[in-house]
């Protein structure tokens, strides 16, 4: 069975910075593409940022520049750097990989 457990988020002002982490568990990680995803509190989960296994990237409209997505394959590890924060990302955010969710970590981004 596939566990994605996340970390890192919390509470940061506008214009902050954080970083996510989500450790995996129990799939071929070095060939799966990792992906993070957002669901604010009145909206619906969508696409914040992806990563195949060779390292090319996708990331969702929204996303403008202030997120990196990277993996780190030997400690099966997808992160996700965030600068920028600005209170309309507040969301859950949560790592995905075939089919596979984590339970999510919160980010909340105050003005």
């Known amino acids: 069975q596939v566990q994605l457990v996340e970390s890192g988020g919390g509470l940061v002002q506008a214009g902050g910075s954080l970083k996510l982490s989500c450790v995996a568990s129990?799939?071929?990680?070095?060939?799966?593409?990792m992906g993070w995803y957002r669901e604010p509190p009145s909206g619906a989960r969508e696409l914040a940022a992806t990563?195949?296994?060779?390292?090319?990237?996708n990331y969702g409209a929204f996303v403008k520049g202030r997120f990196t997505i990277s993996r780190d394959n030997a400690k099966k590890t997808v992160y996700l750097q965030m600068n920028n924060l600005d209170p309309t990302d507040t969301a859950t955010y949560y790592c995905?990989?075939?089919?596979?969710w984590g339970r999510g970590t919160q980010v909340t981004v105050s003005s």
């Open positions: 990563i195949t296994s060779s390292g090319y990237t």
């Open positions: 995905y990989s075939r089919g596979w």
């Open positions: 129990g799939n071929d990680f070095s060939n799966s593409p």
